[in-house]
């Protein structure tokens, strides 16, 4: 957090370093979260570049003092709201292996988790909007109930319940995933 | 079936990352947005922060009082969020803070004027306030009741202002607009909701105050408090007030709150250096120039002459009241005028730099004294309007202020 301050502070002199920082500190779990709301790579780095380019436009104007990553998710929600909104997301298109670059790994280790990446984004894709934003915002954004309530403009016992109810029906989605990851 | 924590732990750990590629071409934009974005004013905080000449004080912290005394009447508003009647405890019992002031008046649609205020609260040292116009540092003010003291200093002139303060005014101890200070003025204060909101990544409620005594009838006063932690994030005061002879809209924003902070106490250390001039409360260096008058002045009889002295002395006495922000003295002196809170804000702890001679340009009872004063934002030079009251016997200001 106390490095979040300071990046800030460089941000708000216009120094270029500190967005980059920033970036490269948020950039995977801003794109995580992006793709599992929109389930198009393109769509979702389409919204990473806007939520980023905002951010720096704000200039002086940000007054982030807490909980940066929060801010950023909450943009990355918002953004891909507009865009779900006014539908220039492919719809449910399948997610391709290639569409979201691996670990480092060997190339069938890299295979397979190019496969089970697209089941689990592919699968998290057909969940309604707000489910989706709930699991993706817990699970792979680390956001609280509480904050994820207060994005949604809900209370905690409806985000929780759009939870439960979205990891059941992952689990149905994903039962075959799950198989064949453990007879693996 | 799959059990709901490895379905948790599927998705946990099911992640997408940048290529070079991407990056490259987002933090190109980004940059580019960067470089464009409006010219920030970065370089305040660290000037202050490494001129020791800038440094501290308290004031507008009026606004936080306002919301403290509306957050005496009663706990959370939802029963989940903020717990209101915990606010005020939460905030009486820091000792030190910082906070900042951005005051924003439009002229003629688009032309805006902007103050910027750094203020530093330490229970043990004092107050300070650094004070911006349009970006540079205009007035810094201390006040050291450990030491009995107060300072105006002004860099771009070079010249600083001592205040000695009584023992009474120093065992105050607080800055008089700090907001503990405020707390019986504000009780009878009105609220209503305005929904949970989320400022810069931090969960806030807000409230909407509605009290036309605190705000005006023109003026609308948000205060957002963090839900987890129940301190203020911010307040915004926004509307239309009385400014330069029109109707302006006005826009202030109290925020960037750091709650009981370490600071430095050579924070709170003048350090004047050696080719300031001293001047004297309520006097000046240069002549002033008083302010045209339409009407000539009328040549004054005996009896008029002198009345004069006790007119000069209604209008001395009016702003002393709001050099001190005594406000309860201000309504005797001036007696009907209601000021809101924005007004008090910009007249509070204003600088006497000039009262001239009374004057009149006619046989009616107005009298006119022209003034130049120091404001918080601004230099105001003006006639201020003073008539003799039949029933209560005894010199009122009317208008000019």
Redesign the interface.
Same mark, same amino acid.
């Given at each position: 957090m106390t490095e979040d301050r300071h990046l800030l502070k460089r941000l708000r002199c216009g120094d270029s370093d500190a967005l980059r920082a920033i970036y490269e500190k948020y950039k995977d779990d801003l794109l995580t979260v992006a793709l599992s709301l929109l389930s198009d790579v393109h769509a979702a780095h389409d919204c990473l570049q806007d939520v980023f380019v905002g951010f720096a436009a704000g200039g002086n104007k940000l007054n982030v003092r807490r909980n940066l990553k929060g801010y950023l998710l909450s943009c990355i929600v918002n953004r891909a709201r507009d865009q779900l909104r006014k539908n220039t997301v492919p719809a449910t298109r399948q997610l391709a292996d290639s569409d979201c670059k691996g670990t480092q790994a060997g190339p069938v280790k890299q295979l397979i988790d190019g496969q089970r990446r697209a089941r689990v984004f592919g699968a998290l894709a057909k969940l309604p909007r707000e489910q989706r934003e709930v699991v993706a915002l817990h699970l792979q954004g680390e956001m609280t109930f509480r904050q994820i309530a207060r994005l949604q403009g809900e209370s905690i016992n409806t985000a929780q319940s759009r939870y439960r109810y979205g990891i059941e029906k992952l689990r149905t989605f994903l039962k075959k995933e799950y198989e064949n990851g453990t007879r693996r | 079936? *799959?059990p709901?924590d490895?379905? =948790?732990q599927? *998705?946990?750990n099911?992640?997408? =990352? &940048?290529?070079t590629a &991407?990056?490259e071409?987002?933090?190109a934009?980004?940059?580019s947005?960067?470089?464009?974005?409006? +010219?920030?004013? +970065? $370089?305040i905080?660290?000037t202050i922060m490494k001129n020791r000449i800038t440094k501290f004080a308290a004031a507008a912290v009026i606004l936080i009082a306002v919301m403290i005394g509306i957050n005496q009447f009663g706990g959370s508003i939802d029963g989940?969020g903020v717990a209101w009647g915990e606010v005020l405890k939460q905030v009486e019992n820091i000792p030190a803070l910082t906070f900042e002031t951005t005051v924003e008046i439009t002229f003629l649609g688009t032309k805006k004027f902007l103050a910027k205020e750094y203020v530093y609260v330490a229970g043990d040292y004092g107050t300070r306030s650094d004070i911006y116009r349009n970006g540079e540092l205009f007035l810094i003010k201390f006040r050291l009741p450990n030491k009995k003291v107060a300072y105006q200093i002004q860099p771009k002139e070079k010249r600083y202002v001592r205040f000695d303060l009584s023992a009474e005014e120093a065992a105050i101890g607080r800055d008089p607009d700090d907001p503990r200070q405020w707390l019986e003025k504000i009780l009878s204060g009105d609220y209503i909701e305005i929904g +949970?909101?989320?400022? $810069?990544?931090?969960?806030v409620e807000g409230i909407e105050a509605r009290n036309p005594e605190i705000t005006g009838e023109s003026m609308a006063m948000c205060l957002w408090v963090d *839900?987890e932690t129940d301190l203020p994030v911010r307040i915004e005061i926004e509307g239309e007030d009385f400014e330069a002879g029109k109707m302006r809209p006005q826009k202030i924003i109290i925020?960037?709150f750091q709650w009981d902070v370490e600071l430095d106490p050579a924070l709170f250390e003048p350090n004047i250096p050696d080719d300031y001039t001293e001047i004297q409360p309520q006097t000046q260096t240069q002549p002033q120039k008083e302010p045209e008058v339409k009407e000539p002045p009328k040549i004054l009889s005996d009896d008029e002459k002198r009345a004069q002295i006790a007119v000069k002395e209604v209008a001395r006495a009016l702003f002393q009241a709001c050099a001190s922000k005594s406000w309860d003295e201000f309504s005797k002196i001036w007696p009907g005028l209601s000021l809101n809170m924005m007004q008090k804000i910009y007249l509070g702890g204003l600088e006497i730099i000039h009262i001239g001679e009374p004057f009149k340009t006619d046989d009616s009872a107005t009298w006119h004294v022209p003034y130049e004063i120091e404001l918080k934002f601004e230099t105001r030079k003006r006639n201020l309007h003073i008539r003799y009251d039949e029933a209560t016997q005894r010199y009122i200001p009317r208008g000019g202020l």
């Amino acid at each position: 957090m106390t490095e979040d301050r300071h990046l800030l502070k460089r941000l708000r002199c216009g120094d270029s370093d500190a967005l980059r920082a920033i970036y490269e500190k948020y950039k995977d779990d801003l794109l995580t979260v992006a793709l599992s709301l929109l389930s198009d790579v393109h769509a979702a780095h389409d919204c990473l570049q806007d939520v980023f380019v905002g951010f720096a436009a704000g200039g002086n104007k940000l007054n982030v003092r807490r909980n940066l990553k929060g801010y950023l998710l909450s943009c990355i929600v918002n953004r891909a709201r507009d865009q779900l909104r006014k539908n220039t997301v492919p719809a449910t298109r399948q997610l391709a292996d290639s569409d979201c670059k691996g670990t480092q790994a060997g190339p069938v280790k890299q295979l397979i988790d190019g496969q089970r990446r697209a089941r689990v984004f592919g699968a998290l894709a057909k969940l309604p909007r707000e489910q989706r934003e709930v699991v993706a915002l817990h699970l792979q954004g680390e956001m609280t109930f509480r904050q994820i309530a207060r994005l949604q403009g809900e209370s905690i016992n409806t985000a929780q319940s759009r939870y439960r109810y979205g990891i059941e029906k992952l689990r149905t989605f994903l039962k075959k995933e799950y198989e064949n990851g453990t007879r693996r | 079936m *799959v059990p709901a924590d490895d379905i =948790e732990q599927l *998705v946990k750990n099911t992640r997408a =990352e &940048t290529s070079t590629a &991407t990056d490259e071409q987002i933090l190109a934009a980004a940059q580019s947005a960067l470089e464009s974005a409006a +010219p920030a004013q +970065p $370089n305040i905080w660290r000037t202050i922060m490494k001129n020791r000449i800038t440094k501290f004080a308290a004031a507008a912290v009026i606004l936080i009082a306002v919301m403290i005394g509306i957050n005496q009447f009663g706990g959370s508003i939802d029963g989940a969020g903020v717990a209101w009647g915990e606010v005020l405890k939460q905030v009486e019992n820091i000792p030190a803070l910082t906070f900042e002031t951005t005051v924003e008046i439009t002229f003629l649609g688009t032309k805006k004027f902007l103050a910027k205020e750094y203020v530093y609260v330490a229970g043990d040292y004092g107050t300070r306030s650094d004070i911006y116009r349009n970006g540079e540092l205009f007035l810094i003010k201390f006040r050291l009741p450990n030491k009995k003291v107060a300072y105006q200093i002004q860099p771009k002139e070079k010249r600083y202002v001592r205040f000695d303060l009584s023992a009474e005014e120093a065992a105050i101890g607080r800055d008089p607009d700090d907001p503990r200070q405020w707390l019986e003025k504000i009780l009878s204060g009105d609220y209503i909701e305005i929904g +949970p909101c989320n400022i $810069n990544g931090i969960d806030v409620e807000g409230i909407e105050a509605r009290n036309p005594e605190i705000t005006g009838e023109s003026m609308a006063m948000c205060l957002w408090v963090d *839900v987890e932690t129940d301190l203020p994030v911010r307040i915004e005061i926004e509307g239309e007030d009385f400014e330069a002879g029109k109707m302006r809209p006005q826009k202030i924003i109290i925020d960037d709150f750091q709650w009981d902070v370490e600071l430095d106490p050579a924070l709170f250390e003048p350090n004047i250096p050696d080719d300031y001039t001293e001047i004297q409360p309520q006097t000046q260096t240069q002549p002033q120039k008083e302010p045209e008058v339409k009407e000539p002045p009328k040549i004054l009889s005996d009896d008029e002459k002198r009345a004069q002295i006790a007119v000069k002395e209604v209008a001395r006495a009016l702003f002393q009241a709001c050099a001190s922000k005594s406000w309860d003295e201000f309504s005797k002196i001036w007696p009907g005028l209601s000021l809101n809170m924005m007004q008090k804000i910009y007249l509070g702890g204003l600088e006497i730099i000039h009262i001239g001679e009374p004057f009149k340009t006619d046989d009616s009872a107005t009298w006119h004294v022209p003034y130049e004063i120091e404001l918080k934002f601004e230099t105001r030079k003006r006639n201020l309007h003073i008539r003799y009251d039949e029933a209560t016997q005894r010199y009122i200001p009317r208008g000019g202020l």
